[in-house]
């Protein structure tokens, strides 16, 4: 859906040199060429397009990475890197052609110190999978995106993921202590450190996070753990309205509560929630998911503190506590089931997780509503009120309607700076955000980037066509 990008591709000469030498130095097992298998690759869970790589590489390994790495570079082949393709930015979309290199098959958990309160694993490696083997060694690893079930840690860096949780434990970046990283030609770096402090050189580990695939690959992942929280507690509380909702989430934060999470779900989301079977009562046009974790008595004390306030908010219709564990599952499950949920309403989608300071929340969803009302797009938001990153979603039933889609998404991202805000909290820029980049940053600073991204990556074989536009955006 989205167009492709403008980039230069690889003469059929240099495919063919490269896939033979990778064919015979790394074996015909982890060289996939078959028309269905390169064809599984060519697309994420975004809308951005891409071509059909002309190989798949399976690492099983650092060494498979770099060897893999060397001779792409040496022929002039782009790579996309790829771990769990669940990004929502085309950042595993693979614009050039070229070569997929996959790292799921790399999913080893090498170590989970208690002591050191450290995990080092590898980049095809489930963030629920990480999440289960910390949290049974009475550890927690905070980070939580909401398709943790099938994300990999590797994207998750890649793409410095969030998460519900991010409100009080922060994203990603946050418990990135250090990795081991293969550059483009082979070369395998090593930044960063295991202990919480450090200030040796820049800071090439925080670089990295968030770069999208378009600096290094991951082929090892040292990671912060922190005590997994004693007690946990969730309520939900239904408002009249959106408005009322962010009102609420503004005063719970001027009154200095931090809970875990802090989920806001508008009047269009609930409908498709009610449509998936969830029991929301059809009174409620908003909807707030609220959390709050931490020692037994104190984190109790706060859960009453927070259900309080929102008890006497302006708006609200009820406040729900859940009261066991099942019941605080089923909760999420809803929550989690949110993307396909909504994806059932119309015959196309496309969400955006712009992200706004949280006292202009309530200003965001008015301009939201004026958007859809202005360009007649339905519309939907719901997300990470907390922390001010919000998920709106746009849908269509019909291919004509997309130019509709496509000024009212412009619209958005120009109204989201306008608010102070940026344009991706958590699902990076990718091919997705490329050409708005020009509203956010200055030419000097993309200027700079890029700089940065030849450094790295000489040649521009890596991860090509992702971040930076090809030109200044229409809409400017």
């Not at 492709?4 to 003469?11: D, K």
């Not at 202990?195 to 040292?222: N, P």
């Not at 922390?387 to 619209?411: Q, S, T």
Request: a negative charge; charged letters at 25%; hydrophobic letters at 40%.
């Amino acid at each position: 859906m989205l167009p492709i990008p403008e980039v230069s591709l690889p003469s059929r000469a240099a495919i063919d040199g490269a896939l033979a030498e990778l064919d015979s130095t790394l074996g015909p097992s982890k060289v996939d060429t078959s028309p269905e298998g390169r064809e599984r690759y060519a697309r994420d869970e975004s809308e951005a397009t891409g071509r059909t790589p002309d190989a798949v590489v399976h690492a099983r390994s650092r060494e498979d990475i770099a060897r893999c790495l060397q001779i792409a570079h040496e022929h002039g082949v782009p790579v996309t890197p790829r771990a769990g393709g669940t990004g929502r930015s085309g950042g595993a979309v693979p614009v050039a052609g070229g070569i997929v290199l996959a790292t799921h098959g790399m999913a080893q958990i090498k170590e989970i110190h208690r002591d050191d309160l450290v995990a080092v694993v590898e980049p095809g490696l489930v963030t629920g999978d990480l999440h289960a083997a910390c949290e049974a060694e009475g550890l927690f690893y905070p980070p939580d995106p909401n398709s943790w079930k099938s994300c990999m840690i590797g994207g998750n860096v890649a793409e410095n993921a969030g998460g519900p949780r991010a409100f009080k434990y922060g994203v990603t970046r946050e418990y990135v202590l250090g990795v081991e990283a293969c550059l483009m030609g082979g070369t395998i770096v090593k930044p960063g450190r295991r202990t919480i402090k450090g200030v040796t050189g820049y800071d090439v580990t925080a670089l990295l996070v968030g770069s999208e695939g378009t600096l290094a690959v991951f082929s090892e992942i040292t990671l912060r753990l922190v005590r997994k929280p004693a007690s946990v507690h969730t309520l939900l509380a239904l408002f009249d309205s959106p408005r009322d909702a962010a009102t609420a989430v503004s005063a719970l934060v001027r009154e200095g509560h931090v809970p875990r999470c802090l989920e806001l779900m508008d009047r269009e989301t609930l409908v498709a929630l009610r449509a998936s079977g969830a029991p929301v009562d059809p009174r409620a046009g908003a909807l707030l998911l609220v959390e709050v974790d931490g020692a037994p008595r104190a984190a109790e004390e706060a859960f009453e503190r927070a259900g309080e306030a929102l008890s006497s908010a302006s708006g609200i219709l009820e406040v729900q506590v859940a009261q066991d564990a099942a019941a605080r599952d089923r909760l999420w499950e809803a929550r989690r089931a949110l993307s396909p949920a909504t994806r059932k309403l119309a015959k196309y989608k496309l969400s955006e997780d712009i992200v706004v300071p949280r006292s202009r929340i309530t200003e965001l969803l008015d301009r939201t509503h004026a958007i859809g009302e202005e360009h007649r797009v339905r519309h939907l938001t719901y997300g990470h009120a907390g922390d001010g990153n919000l998920h709106v979603n746009f849908l269509w039933n019909d291919m004509a309607e997309y130019p509709a889609v496509d000024r009212a998404v412009a619209a958005l991202m120009r109204a989201t700076v306008e608010l102070g805000g940026t344009l991706s909290g958590e699902h990076g820029i990718g091919v997705a955000k490329a050409s708005y980049m020009t509203l956010e940053q200055a030419p000097e600073l993309i200027r700079l980037q890029q700089d940065v991204k030849r450094v790295f990556d000489p040649k521009g074989l890596l991860n090509p066509g992702k971040i930076f536009p090809a030109q200044s955006h229409r809409a400017c």
